[in-house]
């Protein structure tokens, strides 16, 4: 069965330094998957995505993303971290149902992050 | 493209009353889905839709019913709403399994 883990409910960081959000899945095919940013009292908005092609996914505001198979991990990461960045992000999944055929979206509980002046 | 709208954005209810809430998509996706986000919590799926006549149960789909009679519209109801309820949902699309896209919302209390 499909399932995303975030391994960090709350990251804080001050502006600056670089952000790392942890997110491993597991999936029975080949997934695909995303990360978004809910900022406070707003819709979820795409940050990027992985859809097999590169592994090394570059997306907006200067995030990116790297997938590692072996590793069953797709870690969010920013060089530098602005105010702006502050809101909660979600690792989402993405697979074919092997009964129904459908896709599936599993999404992470979320990772609120921080940015200190 | 206004890609999602959900109608309306904030909504007081009372508890028994019912309501529809409206979601269109001007993207041609197949698929539709209704989310739940309660406070500090991350989405539940209450209802999703494959195609246009075909519906099927998220997780939490009891006290909630759906219709989907064409592509762009995947509209809401609640019948006999409780405080249980009381929530922000979220109405998305995607083609096949690539991104979801998110509408705004719609802020719901019953009181």
């Known amino acids: 069965a499909q399932s995303v883990t975030q391994l960090d409910s709350h990251v804080s960081v001050s502006e600056g330094t670089p952000v790392l959000l942890r997110c491993n899945y597991s999936?029975?095919?080949?997934?695909?998957l995303f990360w978004y940013v809910q900022h406070p009292n707003k819709g979820l908005q795409l940050l990027l995505k992985?859809?097999?092609?590169?592994?090394l996914v570059k997306g907006i505001n200067g995030f990116e993303a790297e997938f590692k198979k072996s590793e069953t991990s797709f870690h969010l990461t920013k060089p530098s971290a602005h105010m702006s960045d502050a809101a909660e992000y979600f690792c989402?999944?993405?697979?074919?149902?092997?009964?129904?055929?459908?896709?599936?979206?599993?999404f992470g509980t979320g990772t609120r992050l921080k940015v200190l002046a | 493209n206004a890609g999602v709208t959900q109608t309306p954005k904030f909504r007081i209810l009372k508890i028994g009353q019912s309501m529809t809430l409206q979601c269109t998509q001007d993207?041609?996706?197949?698929?539709m889905y209704w989310y739940r986000q309660d406070p500090g919590m991350g989405l539940k799926l209450i209802y999703y839709s494959v195609g246009a006549g075909i519906t099927d149960k998220g997780e939490v789909p009891n006290g909630y019913n759906v219709s989907r009679s064409t592509t762009e519209d995947f509209p809401l109801r609640l019948e006999l709403a409780a405080p249980s309820q009381t929530s922000v949902y979220f109405c998305a699309s995607s083609s096949l399994g690539y991104e979801q896209y998110f509408g705004p919302g719609t802020r719901l209390t019953v009181t």
């Open positions: 992985y859809t097999s092609a590169a592994t």
């Open positions: 999936s029975s095919y080949s997934p695909s």
């Open positions: 989402v999944v993405s697979d074919k149902d092997s009964g129904s055929g459908t896709y599936k979206y599993i």
């Open positions: 993207m041609n996706h197949n698929y």
